[in-house]
């Protein structure tokens, strides 16, 4: 991972805290230690947001930007790829690291600071062996897909919270069960800080923005509308007033109905498709409710969900 170098986004210089600037307009700090982020986060007064991300920044990271810069008078972006979230055969390795370009998109949306760690600054003892318990739901939906993600999400929030100290947080939607677990967390540990959530982000065709839709070929990106289209179908029987039932069927026939493909290339394959009240309980028999969708198309495993009245 480079960063920044004075002038431009290529390189960065060895030690300190790193700045970039377009003619004197929209300078970026860029720190990479523990130390540089609290002197510059010292020096900021009045209402600090932070924009958590694993960098490989796309429309939906800049909508998160937008809406921070909105509301805060400094806002902290930070770039880390945990460790601690990925399993033993996820695509820790895989995953997109774009750094210079991710400061170049902080710098156009109005980030005054980038934490952007390298593992051992963000777990300077190795892995933490006391980690963030996310409680049942966390074992639940992805948490039963991916043993042990949400405590490795959490962890990894729970100390970027402690360590950028900000008045509030913006996370996307299009991950809603991490969304609500971070809520959770805020609430039952009494932490000083407003989630905000943020609408997911689409593709004109209804794919949901996501660092992992880099993986895809052009026939499995296709393939992998049928996420969308199954939960559009299921939002569509609910507000023809059909009931939960109905409206989880549609979806689930939609689905198998968009991603089947003569000879199976691309392979699709759902893992879940739920509908549930917006804090993941048990579907209402009316009022707002949550169709989440997770799927793996071809070896890329993508999420996805969509707000439901019932």
């Known amino acids: 991972m480079n960063g920044v170098a004075d002038g431009g986004v290529n390189g960065m210089a060895d030690g300190g805290v790193n700045s970039v600037a377009d003619g004197g307009v929209n300078r970026l700090t860029v720190a990479r230690t523990r130390a540089e982020l609290a002197k510059e986060r010292d020096a900021m007064s009045g209402t600090v947001a932070v924009v958590m991300t694993m960098g490989a920044l796309h429309d939906g990271h800049a909508a998160l930007l937008r809406a921070a810069r909105d509301r805060a008078d400094h806002l902290i972006a930070t770039i880390f790829v ?117 609408p997911t982000v689409r593709e004109p065709d209804g794919l949901a923005l996501s660092s992992r839709n880099s993986y895809l070929s052009a026939a499995e990106r296709q393939a992998a509308l049928s996420l969308s289209a199954a939960l559009r179908a299921g939002a569509a029987a609910a507000d023809r007033g059909l009931g939960a039932d109905a409206a989880l069927a549609a979806a689930r026939s939609t689905f198998a109905e968009r991603s089947a493909s003569p000879g199976g290339t691309p392979d699709v394959r759902l893992d879940y498709l739920v509908l549930t009240d917006p804090d993941l309980g048990p579907a209402p028999a009316h009022g707002p409710a949550r169709l989440l969708i997770a799927a793996w198309v071809g070896t890329t495993r993508l999420i996805d969900n969509w707000p439901v009245r019932l």
């Open 82 to 198: 945990n460790p601690l979230q990925f399993g033993p055969n996820e695509d820790f390795d895989r995953y997109p690291r774009t750094l210079d370009a991710d400061l170049a998109i902080c710098r156009q949306y109005g980030v005054d600071l980038v934490f952007a760690p390298e593992r051992a600054e963000m777990y300077p003892h190795g892995e933490p062996a006391v980690r963030v318990n996310p409680g049942p739901l966390g074992e639940q939906l992805e948490g039963a897909s991916r043993p042990g993600f949400f405590h490795g999400v959490l962890t990894v929030v729970l100390k970027l919270l402690h360590l950028t100290r900000p008045q509030l947080s913006f996370f996307g939607e299009k991950d809603y069960q991490q969304v609500t677990l971070v809520r959770r967390m805020v609430r039952d540990l009494d932490l000083p800080v407003e989630i905000v959530a943020v």
